[in-house]
């Protein structure tokens, strides 16, 4: 079930400090990480869903709203702004993300290393997958 993990908070007067670890904070082990930057206004990133691979998807600067649609055709939309939650994504979730902020910053924690067989490019393959 795609949720919001809410990360735990050092609140400080020198300023505020965020981590995560496994098992207390994130559901898996992380085996890749990545990041995305410098999305031109209007683009969208995305636009697929995993396999076998689940994620969790950081605002660390700026904004950015992730879109999932769901084998209905529904959609649910999550506006990324806050660095201390996170968006859980369980494997079959079909995602992308849009409405990039200037200098937003997202940072992806995957459960995989990267894998292209791992990928489902075609979203008609989820509905009839699950």
């Given at each position: 079930?795609?949720?919001?993990?809410?990360?735990?908070?050092?609140?400080?007067?020198?300023g505020?400090?965020?981590?995560?670890?496994?098992?207390?904070?994130?559901?898996?082990?992380?085996?890749?990480?990545?990041?995305?930057?410098?999305?031109?206004?209007?683009?969208?990133?995305?636009?697929?869903?995993?396999?076998?691979?689940e994620?969790?998807i950081?605002?660390?600067?700026?904004?950015?709203?992730?879109?999932?649609?769901?084998?209905?055709?529904?959609?649910?939309?999550?506006?990324?702004?806050?660095?201390?939650?996170?968006?859980?994504?369980?494997?079959?979730?079909?995602?992308?993300?849009?409405?990039?902020?200037?200098?937003?910053?997202?940072?992806?924690?995957?459960?995989?290393?990267?894998?292209?067989?791992?990928?489902?490019?075609?979203?008609?393959?989820i509905?009839?997958?699950?």
């Amino acid at each position: 079930m795609v949720k919001i993990i809410d990360f735990p908070k050092v609140m400080d007067p020198r300023g505020n400090l965020t981590f995560l670890q496994h098992p207390n904070s994130i559901p898996f082990e992380i085996k890749r990480v990545f990041w995305t930057y410098d999305v031109p206004g209007g683009e969208t990133r995305g636009g697929h869903a995993y396999k076998e691979q689940e994620e969790v998807i950081v605002a660390l600067s700026g904004s950015f709203d992730v879109v999932i649609t769901h084998p209905d055709g529904s959609t649910t939309k999550y506006h990324m702004n806050r660095s201390y939650y996170g968006l859980y994504l369980p494997p079959f979730t079909w995602r992308h993300m849009e409405n990039f902020s200037t200098n937003s910053l997202s940072l992806h924690l995957s459960s995989m290393k990267f894998s292209a067989d791992d990928y489902i490019r075609n979203q008609e393959l989820i509905t009839s997958t699950i």
